[in-house]
């Protein structure tokens, strides 16, 4: 099992940064990718950004360019880095991690709350 805790969410002025942080504890080695989700009422959960183990990347094409991922190994923590906030990108940020075998069910943290707005 895989256990994930998220950190870094808040209340931020547009144009703004924020740093998600995950750490990751458990059964680490099975894990394939790990990312950060989003999701804002009324909506559904969509991809922001994953990380590969061999450092591989994906963004939605809604962040390219202002939001980075990135993992720290030593720690089993992966960040986001946020800049250049939008009101829109106002919603609970998920991290998550994939298994290798891909019928496992993927794991999730608990969300934290990105707000963005004057």
């Known amino acids: 099992q895989v256990q994930l805790v998220e950190s870094g969410g808040g209340l931020v002025q547009p144009g703004g940064s924020l740093r998600l942080s995950c750490a990751a504890s458990?059964?680490?080695?099975?894990?394939?990718?790990m990312g950060w989700y989003r999701q804002s009422p009324g909506k559904q959960r969509e991809l922001v950004a994953s990380i590969y183990n061999l450092g591989y990347t994906n963004y939605a094409d809604s962040v390219k360019g202002r939001f980075t991922i990135s993992r720290n190994n030593a720690r089993n923590t992966v960040y986001l880095q946020m800049n250049s906030l939008k009101p829109e990108d106002t919603a609970v940020y998920y991290c998550?991690?994939?298994?290798?075998?891909?019928?496992?069910?993927?794991?999730w943290g608990q969300g934290t709350q990105v707000t963005v707005s004057a």
């Open positions: 998550n991690a994939k298994p290798f075998n891909a019928g496992k069910v993927d794991y």
């Open positions: 458990g059964s680490i080695f099975s894990i394939l990718a």
